[in-house]
């Protein structure tokens, strides 16, 4: 029982430290890169236009994609390797 | 064949298909009416919550405002769509394990109390309430364009649809129905972008286009986007913008709000396991993502037609002569959504901004007298296949897809009201010992309630509807968002912080929109002039949202720290909906 607790609290952890890192990329890609750091991505030409524009207009939502896959996989492993899965 | 008969056929078309489904798809218990039974594919669900997400707004509105806002504007495609970050990661699981039917559901088992279940789906049924208003109202401005009927007989036409498969069919109905309206609204979407985009960027792809180059100047299209728009005294298209917070704030209410919306998040119950739950979000984003990547490319595309039809020889020449307007702004000027006033008394049609001082000069020098065109941002989508000259069954497409979009969402939202109603009122509060049918039976009359309630306030939209949408976001970012979320990642939160929580989220965010707004929305008694010079540092009333969340998140910690711990059967709950582990029984509860 203490055992499955400690798995329990220890699967949990690596699910928060998981879902920390990919809120960073989250707000980079959108708050950071698309409207924040815009001015200084201005130098980087896409398409008749900035990298901060593109990031804006479609980088983020790409990535958004990206972000939401990447958890799913890497957590449905996780539920396996702590033995929770269904 | 006239295009009136072609877009019958198409519409027609489509509502054979939704009856048909309605038809197969009834549901038989309890469970099939709130959660489809809980068997839908995540792939099939993506699709059917990329339908009852994208509402007439996205469909209609999105693009146009885009075109009129360019870059600043893109905080609703970021918006719009990074919820779904949080709602894959922070809440769609873990209320899939809980394996309840409803979002009041989770709140009043997880802060066992009456009262956070009432708050709960008091808020519910004011995001749901203001955001049908719309739907509604979209549904009855497609009919009364494409299909000659007035306004209201399309409402009422679209009640009697949703009211056959949503009665009978329930969530699983719905289900079906959503996935064959998103099919419809995808490929509406898509084909006139794809004509448009070969036409003027002679890529077939438009998200390519929009980063691509303009075939006739042999200019990349967003810097010829931005001369053109320059020479008239706008903006440029792709101008940063000088409110950094505002946008952060608006782009972060939009993406709390999305995650926040009772109907969307149910949707994610109706999977069979929790890994599908987190899967599910992410096919859900790729298929919003089809129309959300398109959209960015149809505004600008849109936006440069249009200068160019009214600018035939370039904005320096002469603007056209109103005798020589296109079909397509003939037939818009009739509905009132293009209007056109000779204020120079030249007969042709200016369009430039006169609002800009420094452009002021140029203007008396050409002899204007002030901007000639008023173009509503919705005609955009609407009016793109007629202003690109394309064949006339691509017209009863967008006909048939605006009314899919306005339909899927309506009806995603008359479930999240009626079940709040019949199993979080009827069967929770006033009648627990109501049986599977009698709950069935209040589930289905609580259905058709809320669709006569939604064509009643269809019908009768209060002025205010517009500016209820963005009160629907505030409040779902404000109140149910945080309560949430708090429910799953703390233990400590209990029943006495969640609810003070919800409440200070809630008040302090209708309190600051009324501020600028009016109280009620009623003009005339708001505080202050709704101007960025008022705005509490500088952050608008329709970016409160965000701010609301972390007022309910810290009076919740704080309540809940000064307040006893939860009980031990809460904290274990809480453990329970964190790992996958046994989900499949709790649904059967």
Not at chain 2, 67 to 85: D, E, K
Not at chain 2, 326 to 355: C, F, S
Not at chain 2, 383 to 412: D, F, K, Q, Y
Request: glycine share 10%; charged share 15%.
């Amino acid at each position: 029982m203490a055992d499955d607790k400690q798995n329990a609290a220890a699967y949990w952890k690596a699910n928060v430290r998981l879902i920390t890192w990919s809120l960073v990329v989250w707000a980079l890609v959108s708050y950071g890169f698309a409207i924040l750091l815009r001015p200084m991505l201005a130098g980087i030409p896409v398409g008749g236009t900035d990298l901060g524009f593109w990031f804006a207009q479609q980088g983020s939502i790409l990535t958004f994609i990206a972000i939401i896959f990447h958890y799913a996989w890497r957590l449905n492993k996780l539920d396996k390797e702590f033995g929770v899965e269904e | 064949m006239s295009q009136f008969a072609i877009n019958l056929i198409f519409v027609g078309a489509s509502f054979v298909l939704y009856i048909g489904i309605a038809i197969w798809a009834r549901a038989g218990s309890t469970k099939e009416f709130y959660v489809a039974g809980g068997g839908v594919n995540p792939i099939t669900n993506g699709m059917a919550t990329a339908a009852d997400w994208m509402s007439a707004a996205s469909f209609i509105s999105m693009a146009g405002l885009i075109a009129a806002g360019g870059y600043a504007n893109s905080t609703f495609l970021m918006g719009w769509t990074g919820g779904y970050v949080l709602l894959a990661m922070l809440l769609a699981p873990y209320l899939r394990k809980f394996g309840k039917f409803t979002v009041p559901d989770f709140i009043g088992d997880r802060f066992y109390s009456r009262g956070a279940r009432l708050t709960a789906v008091l808020c519910l049924i004011i995001m749901s309430v203001t955001y049908v208003i719309g739907q509604m109202t979209g549904a009855g401005v497609a009919f009364s364009r494409f299909l000659e009927v007035s306004s209201a007989a399309g409402i009422w036409i679209a009640a009697a649809i949703v009211f056959l498969y949503a009665v009978f069919g329930g969530m699983k109905g719905i289900t079906y129905t959503q996935v064959a309206q998103y099919v419809v609204l995808i490929v509406a979407y898509t084909i006139p972008a794809v004509f448009i985009s070969l036409q003027i960027t002679g890529n077939p792809l438009p998200p390519l286009g929009l980063f691509g180059t303009h075939l006739e100047s042999g200019m990349p299209l967003l810097e010829k986007l931005d001369e053109v728009v320059r020479e008239l005294g706008f903006r440029d298209y792709t101008a940063d913008v000088d409110n950094k917070l505002n946008m952060v704030l608006f782009t972060l209410s939009l993406m709390i709000g999305t995650a926040g919306l009772p109907h969307v998040i149910i949707r994610f119950f109706t999977v069979p396991k929790v890994a599908d739950a987190r899967w599910s979000a992410g096919w859900t984003l790729i298929f919003i993502a089809l129309l959300y990547l398109t959209a960015p490319a149809v505004a600008s595309m849109a936006r440069l037609n249009l200068v160019n039809t009214i600018y035939p020889e370039g904005p320096t020449a002469d603007a056209l002569a109103y005798a020589d307007r296109p079909e397509w702004i003939k037939t818009w000027e009739e509905t009132g959504l293009i209007r056109w006033e000779d204020k120079n008394n030249d007969g042709r049609i200016q369009m430039y901004n006169d609002a800009n001082a420094a452009y002021a000069p140029t203007a008396e020098a050409r002899g204007w007298n002030g901007n000639e065109l008023t173009v509503n941002n919705d005609i955009l989508v609407l009016a793109n296949p007629e202003i690109a000259n394309l064949p006339p069954w691509v017209i009863g497409l967008i006909a048939a897809g605006g009314i899919a979009a306005a339909l899927s969402t309506a009806a995603g939202l008359l479930l999240a009201i009626s079940s709040a109603v019949s199993h979080d009122l009827i069967k929770t509060i006033i009648n627990p010992n109501i049986s599977e049918k009698g709950e069935m039976m209040a589930a289905r009359i609580s259905m058709a309630g809320a669709i006569v309630l939604a064509t009643y306030l269809g019908l009768n939209p209060p002025g205010f509807a517009a500016q209820v949408v963005a009160l629907a976001f505030g409040i779902a970012a404000a109140s149910l968002f945080p309560a949430l979320m708090m429910g799953i990642f703390s233990k400590r939160v209990n029943d006495k912080g969640a609810i003070a929580g919800m409440l200070a989220g809630l008040i302090s965010t209708l309190v600051y929109i009324f501020t600028y707004l009016g109280w009620l929305f009623i003009p005339g008694t708001n505080m202050l002039a709704n101007t960025p010079d008022n705005w509490l540092f500088g952050v608008s009333p329709l970016s409160f949202g965000a701010i609301g969340a972390v007022i309910n998140f810290a009076v919740a910690y704080a309540v809940s720290l000064a307040t006893e711990e939860p009980p031990q059967e809460i904290q274990d709950l809480v453990e329970s909906v964190r790992t996958p582990k046994g989900a499949g029984a709790a649904l059967d509860h």
